[in-house]
């Protein structure tokens, strides 16, 4: 499997730096065709697609024709183990409009495309080692229920190219790609979506496109490049239950991240959902778009995301930076090694939230590993506290990490930093244009901070500096907690220089654009260094667009 993998100085030139307090990914996945395509045969549109593959030699490239359909009623491996690095199995469309590129597909492209149809909810697609897949489309039997997983337990060595990936737009299917315990996995220019589950329904409550972190052998090196993802829950998110390891060395760059605003309540386009088991009416379960809760050496780069709103389980946040040891019956919970460190997320630009960045560690059943070690920079964040932003919070960002005094956390977040990011007030937003959306405070601001008691173990080398941003009501917010957070003060008495450096030692909080659209209540004044004209404050939008131009 090593032998499969390019190691990232190769492709970049970074092996091995850090970008800030982060380290970057180590390897990625070869995904060149050059490197997987060799021989050809055909498989015709009523030929057996798997005995023809598990006919063929390693090395080989299957070309199928795009009428060929195939349904899968179980689990049900494709390929024949393949020897890497030299004899990859590839199988592809054997039409023209799949050529050797890196073009993303889209939908217009499905009658190019061979089928494979999970015909049954406990059906799923595996890939075998060794094996690529170019130009299909995977999808499910409408109306038959939930569908867990179009493609689960794949191997190593796996690319997944060009493909068209999807639920139905009124079925519950909870995952297009599941990549727990795999190794060295591509998936690229492919594109997934209707991946959702329903409100007040039943056993679907967090769908996802692509889901990772939850290993009982373990897993890691993974790229996701280039491709539309669509899902209520997450888009991407790895970790959220038990694991043996900490998945390293994960690649996500230049993909489109949307939401539809036809499920969004709020929306005048909102099309009513559709009806439940108890044959009511609702609205997909949506929660954000990125999220981390079990990775090590995560670069997050490139990506366009729009549209995330609340009114679940979440408060409508872009991306959630959160290492947790999930619940369960154990009081230990079901993941104590779980953590999240060494993450990269830059030049990326959101569109339409109530929150961008969600940053702490926070106990489940118990204590986790926690977080740290995160670079967080250039990043353009517009559109936030949209006007029709569904059962949103107030707070634009929140950094903390949480405390308890009868079972004190063996940890806490550190070298968190936070600079050079742009976050623009939608227009005629909640926060300029009162009154709010339904659940809106008024206690708007910037950021919702909490940090462990003095005299505990304290967060440290957080940087929130050179960033431009509204500073709502109340700029700086606590987040309750009592004695249990160092944050916690009478407003509007607080001093945030002083609360800096008591709660965030070795911390700073400096060169900020600032300005004040709604009347200032709190945390004065800004420690100095802090302004209306710094002009180096913000994402630098030439790195954002340029990075933004390799989405294909």
């Not at 494709?78 to 469309?93: A, E, F, H, M, R």
């Not at 996500?252 to 009513?272: A, C, E, H, R």
């Not at 999240?340 to 630009?349: G, L």
Request: aromatic share 8%.
């Amino acid at each position: 499997m090593k032998e499969a993998l390019l190691l990232f100085w190769l492709a970049t030139g970074v092996y091995a730096q850090s970008d800030g307090p982060a380290e970057l990914p180590h390897s990625i996945p070869e995904t060149r065709v050059s490197f997987t395509s060799k021989h050809s045969k055909l498989v015709g549109p009523n030929q057996d697609l798997i005995e023809a593959i598990h006919s063929a030699a390693p090395g080989e490239t299957i070309t199928v024709d795009p009428a060929n359909v195939t349904k899968l009623t179980g689990l049900k491996q494709l390929g024949n183990d393949g020897q890497c690095p030299d004899k990859w199995l590839t199988i592809k469309s054997a039409s023209a409009l799949f050529a050797d590129d890196d073009a993303r597909v889209n939908p217009s492209l499905a009658p190019q495309m061979p089928k494979i149809i999970i015909a049954t909810q406990s059906a799923s697609l595996s890939l075998a080692p060794c094996t690529r897949i170019i130009g299909f489309e995977i999808t499910r039997t409408q109306g038959t229920g939930i569908v867990y997983n179009l493609i689960r337990q794949l191997t190593h060595d796996i690319i997944i190219d060009r493909s068209y990936i999807h639920g139905t737009p009124t079925d519950e299917t909870t995952r297009g790609i599941m990549l727990s315990d795999s190794h060295g996995v591509a998936v690229i220019n492919s594109y997934l979506s209707d991946f959702h589950c329903r409100a007040k329904s039943g056993s679907c409550t967090d769908a996802q496109a692509i889901a990772g972190g939850l290993d009982a052998v373990g897993g890691g090196v993974y790229l996701i490049r280039n491709n539309y993802l669509e899902a209520s829950g997450e888009s991407i998110v790895f970790g959220g239950g038990a694991s043996v390891d900490v998945p390293s060395d994960i690649t996500i760059q230049y993909n489109d991240s949307v939401k539809p605003m036809t499920w969004n309540p709020l929306d005048p386009s909102f099309n009513g959902g559709t009806a439940g088991n108890d044959g009511i009416k609702y609205p997909w379960v949506v929660k954000n778009h990125f999220e981390l809760k079990n990775a090590n050496r995560v670069l997050f780069e490139g990506n366009r995301m729009q549209n995330v709103w609340g009114g679940f389980s979440q408060v409508g946040a872009m991306i959630l930076l959160t290492p947790k040891n999930q619940g369960g019956a154990n009081p230990g919970g079901l993941c104590p090694g779980c953590a999240v460190t060494n993450v990269t997320v830059r030049y990326n630009w959101m569109s339409n939230e109530a929150q961008v960045f969600q940053l702490g560690n926070a106990r489940g059943g118990g204590w986790s590993r926690g977080g740290g070690n995160w670079s967080i920079h250039d990043n353009l964040a517009d559109g936030l506290q949209y006007a029709t932003c569904y059962m949103c919070g107030s707070f634009a960002n929140s950094i903390g990490s949480q405390y308890d005094a009868t079972n004190p956390p063996p940890n806490a977040l550190h070298d968190v930093s936070v600079v050079h990011n742009t976050f623009l007030l939608a227009k005629n937003g909640v926060w300029l244009s009162p009154p709010a959306a339904p659940a809106a405070s008024a206690a708007s601001a910037v950021l919702l901070a909490s940090s462990p008691p003095p005299g505990t173990i304290p967060m440290s080398g957080i940087h929130f500096d050179y960033n431009s941003f509204d500073a709502g009501n109340y700029g700086v917010f606590n987040s309750g907690g009592g004695k249990n957070n160092c944050w916690s003060g009478a407003y509007p008495a607080m001093n945030l220089k002083s609360k800096i450096a008591t709660c965030w030692p070795g911390g700073s909080f400096t060169g900020n654009q600032i300005t004040v659209s709604q009347k200032w209540q709190g945390f004065l004044p800004w420690p100095d260094g802090n302004g209306t004209k710094d002009l180096h404050a913000g994402a630098d939008m030439s790195k954002v667009n340029a990075a933004l131009a390799n989405r294909k």
